[in-house]
Structures are given as structure tokens and as C-alpha cells.
């Protein structure tokens, strides 16, 4: 069963859209009732690129590592969001902690409404 804070394999496409790499995706949410897609972060290894007060870093430290079923530190990048079918989400790895999704979606809603100026 699908739910928001699992982590799972998809193809994830580039902001080009000149392909795609398979790699782990966090579930955010269910984008529409009306279809079964996805609105999904991308999940890196490459701990160097979060953005500071925004991305969410799981470390080994952290009550939840374990449960995401990630192998090394892993940072839940934010700024690279996409909507997919659900049919591409493969391969669930784990979830992360309720109260770690609250914080991430809190921290999304709050960016979005962010003035730009």
C-alpha cells in the first residue's frame, strides 16, 4: 500500500527532461483523488548539495535511518519535487518518522508561500 513518508524506487526524471535515473524517491503525497499520482522528492547521497534550511538530512544518528531503509547518510531534496504516476513507484525501501514529514511538508508549505522580493 502507497502512503505519504515511504521511500521508494522511481525513475526520476531531469529538470530537462532528457531521461531519467532510477534512484529513491520520499512520498510526500497523494497528488489528486482523482488519479493515483504522486507528488515525490528526491532522495541523494551527495549530502554536499542540501540547501541549508530547506532539505532534510537522515543520518545513522537519527531515529528514523533505520525504518527509511537507507544505507548512508541521505538528504531529502526539497528543491527537486516531480508528480508521478504511481505505477512508477517501484521498489519501497522503508519510511520515514510522522513527525519528520510534518516538519518536511511544514517546511515545503512555508517555501511556497515565501514572498520572492
Avoid: H, N
Wanted: glycine share 4%.
Amino acid at each position: 500500500m502507497k502512503q505519504a513518508g515511504q521511500i521508494v524506487l522511481t525513475p526520476f526524471p531531469y529538470t530537462d527532461l532528457s531521461g531519467a535515473k532510477l534512484r529513491p524517491v520520499l512520498m510526500l503525497r497523494q497528488a489528486s483523488s482523482q488519479f493515483d499520482d504522486w507528488l515525490v522528492c528526491m532522495v541523494s547521497s551527495q549530502i554536499r548539495q542540501a540547501q541549508a534550511d530547506f532539505d532534510d538530512i537522515v543520518q545513522p544518528s537519527d531515529v528514523d535511518f533505520v525504518s527509511a531503509g537507507l544505507k548512508v547518510p541521505s538528504v531529502l531534496r526539497l528543491s527537486r519535487l516531480a508528480v508521478l504516476d504511481s505505477s512508477l513507484l517501484v521498489g519501497s525501501l522503508g519510511s520515514i518518522s510522522q513527525e519528520r514529514l510534518w516538519r518536511i511538508r511544514q517546511r515545503l508549505a512555508a517555501w511556497i508561500i515565501k514572498d520572492e522580493a
